[in-house]
């Protein structure tokens, strides 16, 4: 019992986080593609800003679940924080590859019958900047969770020991 308060903090934080980079990627996909989106355009932004902040949400909570399973079931004790904090990356970049989301979605790019690489040169080549903002920001956005990550992990690291001394300690009667 005196671990499921830090992993469920863990999984908060993750999500939290995921909810703030989520609003800066809407607030990127806005800005890039201003002059494309239609009108009224006080009506997209709105849709636009929500449905990167669930995308976030949806990333980074996956990814903080992810990591407290793995936290729960394989490290009931840690013996070198080190090691769990890498192995916490490992687990949210995982996460990470195999949630892939817009503008990297396999579908999507199957169904036009482009392949990635194909995509990416053509942004590159014709000069598109909206599309090169909206690949680097997607890629900030995966190396920001596997930050996070690490951070999420230390801080289950200081609350599981604080947890633990606070369910170890003797009781004065």
Request: glycine content about 14%.
């Given at each position: 019992m005196w671990r499921a308060i830090p992993?469920?903090?863990?999984?908060?934080?993750?999500?939290?986080f995921?909810?703030?980079?989520?609003?800066?990627?809407?607030?990127?996909t806005v800005i890039a593609f201003q002059s494309t989106i239609p009108a009224p355009k006080s009506h997209y932004h709105?849709?636009?800003?929500?449905?990167?902040?669930?995308?976030?949400?949806?990333?980074a909570?996956?990814?903080?679940?992810?990591?407290?399973?793995?936290?729960?079931i394989v490290h009931r004790y840690v013996h070198k924080p080190a090691h769990?904090?890498?192995a916490m990356l490992i687990v949210a970049t995982i996460v990470t590859l195999a949630v892939v989301q817009y503008p990297f979605h396999i579908m999507?790019?199957?169904?036009?019958?482009?392949?990635l690489?194909?995509?990416?040169?053509?942004?590159l080549r014709e000069g598109n900047s909206a599309m090169i903002a909206l690949f680097a920001a997607t890629i900030v956005k995966h190396i920001?969770?596997?930050w996070m990550s690490l951070y999420a992990a230390s801080r289950y690291l200081r609350d599981a020991s604080e947890s633990f001394s606070k369910s170890r300690a003797p009781t004065l009667a």
């Open positions: 992993l469920a903090k863990m999984v908060l934080r993750m999500v939290v995921g909810a703030l980079l989520g609003a800066s990627l809407g607030l990127v709105p849709q636009i800003i929500v449905g990167a902040v669930e995308d976030g949400v949806l990333l909570g996956l990814a903080g679940i992810a990591m407290a399973l793995y936290a729960g769990f904090r890498f999507t790019l199957s169904e036009f019958g482009i392949p690489i194909d995509w990416v040169l053509w942004a920001a969770i596997g």
